[in-house]
């Protein structure tokens, strides 16, 4: 598996292989980076530079190492994954693999589990079959319980010697502060627009940058959350879908305007892109009676700042604290209560009491 990181994750990489190279690391550490900006593939690359036999400085190399972690069959690498009950059952939530494509999809039921993390303890104290060293990689370290980590806890503080474990977690504040306060720390920000709709034109070719420019608002500026949102036909679809929500919010939000146009619109977007939207909107808001120029605020710029300014600040965080509750939904939900739900959200935010 031959690949070249992303742009933004050469900085971090290169933090890790000068600390690594310079002998700065302890034994453990954390990249934290949000979901969608190749986390996964940074962890791999810094696994494979420390266990490279070379010692290069996590360049392409033909060792047996770097081969072996590329045919994702090196004896002194493994990765631990979250996972659920059936995952666990079935011995999923350990592999020599270098990473898979849902490593950043994790649903609620999964966790990083004790006995995983007991059997990589037990792997890093074997000893190593290529004389290098050995290295685990947590791939959702957040998830991490505070009973597993105790279980595990003198690995952290007393780690077998030439041994490495990489966690990848999407914020440090989310991992436990046991793990935290043992480990070197490098952060993964998001790039800048510019080189995220760069990225993106790029990898789609003919991207209209107004596109471009709404799908890393609605992917928190993540390159690669952009990507899945404008690939293929679907992702056609779900822009076109944005782009016609807002055009129908934008009449509602008219004094005289009418909510229904608009909940037909936003209820025509799956629930969880409908709430990403309409957050990305109450914050940009927030953010222009600020003083924020409108050209740095990609969703509102769609719409007629005119009408947006009237909105009370009141309203506009009320709204954001209810907008939780269009997240999903139940079987018990009547049809119709979605629509009568955003119908009364919107005529909340211009302020109106009638559904």
């Given at each position: 598996?031959?690949?070249?990181?992303?742009?933004?994750?050469?900085?971090?990489?290169?933090?890790?292989?000068?600390?690594?190279?310079?002998?700065?690391?302890?034994?453990?550490?954390?990249?934290?980076?949000?979901?969608?900006?190749?986390?996964?593939?940074l962890?791999?690359?810094?696994?494979?530079?420390?266990?490279?036999?070379?010692?290069?400085?996590?360049?392409?190399?033909?060792?047996?190492?770097?081969?072996?972690?590329?045919?994702?069959?090196?004896?002194?690498?493994?990765?631990?994954?979250?996972?659920?009950?059936?995952?666990?059952?079935?011995?999923?939530?350990?592999?020599?693999?270098?990473?898979?494509?849902?490593?950043?999809?994790?649903?609620?039921?999964?966790?990083?589990?004790?006995?995983?993390?007991?059997?990589?303890?037990?792997?890093?104290?074997?000893?190593?079959?290529?004389?290098?060293?050995?290295?685990?990689?947590?791939?959702?370290?957040?998830?991490?319980?505070?009973?597993?980590?105790?279980?595990?806890?003198?690995?952290?503080?007393?780690?077998?010697?030439?041994?490495?474990?990489?966690?990848?977690?999407?914020?440090?504040?989310?991992?436990?502060?046991?793990?935290?306060?043992?480990?070197?720390?490098?952060?993964?920000h998001?790039?800048?627009?510019?080189?995220?709709?760069?990225?993106?034109?790029?990898?789609?070719?003919?991207?209209?940058?107004?596109?471009?420019?709404?799908?890393?608002?609605?992917?928190?500026?993540?390159?690669l959350?952009?990507?899945?949102?404008?690939?293929?036909?679907?992702?056609?679809?779900?822009?076109?879908?944005?782009?016609?929500?807002?055009?129908?919010?934008?009449?509602a939000?008219?004094?005289?305007?009418?909510?229904?146009?608009?909940?037909?619109?936003?209820?025509?977007?799956?629930?969880?892109?409908?709430?990403?939207?309409?957050?990305?909107?109450?914050?940009?808001?927030?953010?222009?009676?600020?003083?924020v120029?409108?050209?740095?605020?990609?969703?509102?710029?769609?719409?007629?700042?005119?009408?947006?300014?009237?909105?009370?600040?009141?309203?506009?965080?009320?709204?954001?604290?209810?907008?939780?509750?269009f997240?999903?939904?139940?079987?018990?939900?009547?049809?119709?209560?979605?629509?009568a739900?955003?119908?009364?959200?919107?005529?909340?935010?211009?302020?109106?009491?009638v559904?």
């Amino acid at each position: 598996m031959n690949f070249a990181l992303y742009p933004w994750l050469k900085e971090p990489f290169e933090t890790f292989v000068s600390a690594l190279s310079g002998n700065r690391l302890p034994g453990s550490v954390i990249f934290s980076c949000p979901n969608g900006l190749g986390g996964p593939s940074l962890a791999f690359a810094a696994a494979r530079a420390a266990l490279c036999l070379d010692h290069k400085d996590g360049s392409a190399c033909a060792c047996r190492s770097c081969e072996l972690m590329n045919a994702g069959t090196h004896p002194d690498y493994l990765r631990v994954r979250a996972s659920d009950a059936a995952m666990a059952h079935d011995g999923l939530d350990l592999t020599h693999s270098p990473f898979d494509s849902d490593d950043e999809d994790v649903s609620p039921s999964r966790v990083v589990r004790i006995d995983a993390l007991r059997q990589m303890s037990s792997f890093l104290n074997e000893s190593a079959s290529l004389g290098r060293g050995k290295c685990a990689v947590i791939s959702e370290a957040q998830l991490m319980r505070q009973d597993a980590a105790s279980a595990v806890l003198k690995t952290f503080e007393e780690p077998p010697q030439n041994t490495l474990i990489i966690m990848m977690a999407t914020s440090l504040d989310l991992m436990l502060p046991t793990i935290l306060s043992r480990a070197f720390k490098i952060q993964v920000h998001v790039p800048a627009k510019e080189q995220g709709v760069a990225f993106i034109r790029q990898s789609l070719g003919n991207c209209p940058d107004e596109q471009a420019s709404l799908a890393l608002c609605l992917a928190g500026g993540a390159p690669l959350g952009a990507l899945d949102l404008l690939k293929g036909d679907e992702g056609t679809s779900q822009i076109a879908g944005v782009l016609a929500a807002l055009s129908a919010f934008a009449q509602a939000l008219d004094a005289h305007g009418a909510a229904d146009g608009a909940v037909n619109a936003l209820l025509k977007l799956s629930p969880d892109l409908m709430v990403r939207v309409l957050s990305e909107f109450v914050l940009e808001d927030l953010k222009y009676k600020a003083g924020v120029r409108i050209e740095r605020l990609p969703l509102l710029a769609l719409l007629p700042c005119q009408k947006t300014a009237l909105l009370s600040a009141d309203h506009l965080m009320n709204a954001y604290r209810t907008l939780q509750t269009f997240r999903g939904g139940t079987d018990l939900m009547p049809p119709r209560a979605p629509a009568a739900m955003m119908r009364a959200w919107v005529n909340a935010l211009k302020g109106k009491d009638v559904i």
